[in-house]
């Protein structure tokens, strides 16, 4: 059984940047058959995409954040990454990681993991 | 705001069907697979139906979804109490070249 699970820390400063892991079991990011995505939701709020990427290493970023946000993998530990820069307390969320189908880069999300509070103060 | 309108709420009561749903335009839902995802109170979201109208496994037969031009429709039949949850569409805009999430209906077993 596939599970994901995102790691990093729960506290960010403002102007910082946040980090955070999703370690993969039960399958592998190097699979062709899958994308690997960050999804987040601000406390009470909706879910909003932030980006996929392919085991090739090819990413999609969501247009309102592609100039702070970096998604990468890590195949010898099979992991992904989520950079976001320059964070403000607009990027306070639950940060969930998830498996995507190679049909369906980014909206196709079957596998979830449990999700990660990340809060911006000072 | 989000491009992929849902109403804030809808309710019903046990044993009743329910449509909730999702409108669009033609750079999204017009072009693009719909998906829905249902989320729980303090949970991970979870795939509920995926390319406008495909059950994923474990799935019940309850929760079917249907799209027809720019907008989507995920119904639900014989509400259980479990089915209290929110539910967000979630279509690709060719336009913005991302993903698009609607705000969500939370849907109310009374």
């Known amino acids: 059984q596939l599970q994901l699970q995102e790691s990093g820390p729960g506290l960010v400063k403002p102007s910082e940047t946040l980090s955070l892991t999703c370690t993969v079991s039960?399958?592998?990011?190097?699979?062709?058959?899958?994308?690997w995505g960050w999804i987040r939701q601000p406390p009470g709020k909706g879910l909003e995409w932030i980006g996929s990427?392919?085991?090739?290493?090819?990413?999609y970023y969501s247009p309102s954040l592609k100039s702070r946000v970096t998604i990468s993998l890590d195949t010898s530990k099979n992991l992904f990454s989520l950079r976001l820069s320059s964070v403000t307390a607009a990027d306070t969320a639950v940060y969930y990681c998830?498996?995507?189908?190679?049909?369906?880069?980014?909206?196709?999300?079957?596998?979830w993991g449990p999700g990660t509070l990340v809060t911006v103060s000072s | 705001q989000s491009v992929l309108t849902q109403p804030p709420s809808a309710s019903g009561t046990p044993g009743q069907g329910v449509t909730l749903s999702c409108s669009g335009s033609?750079?999204?839902?017009?072009?693009?697979?719909v998906y829905w995802y249902q989320q729980l109170p303090g949970r991970a979201p979870k795939l509920l139906i995926y390319?406008?109208?495909q059950r994923p496994s474990g799935v019940p037969e309850r929760f079917s979804g249907s799209k027809s031009g720019t907008s989507a429709s995920l119904a639900i039949s014989g509400l259980r109490s479990e089915d209290d949850a929110e539910y967000y569409c979630?279509?690709?805009?060719?336009?913005?070249?991302?993903?698009?999430f609607g705000g969500g209906t939370k849907l109310t077993v009374l």
């Open positions: 979630a279509a690709w805009d060719d336009i913005l070249s991302g993903t698009l």
């Open positions: 990427i392919y085991y090739s290493g090819s990413p």
């Open positions: 039960g399958g592998s990011i190097s699979s062709s058959d899958y994308y």
């Open positions: 390319r406008d109208s």
């Open positions: 998830a498996r995507a189908s190679d049909s369906s880069c980014c909206t196709f999300f079957d596998y």
């Open positions: 033609s750079s999204n839902i017009g072009r693009n697979f």
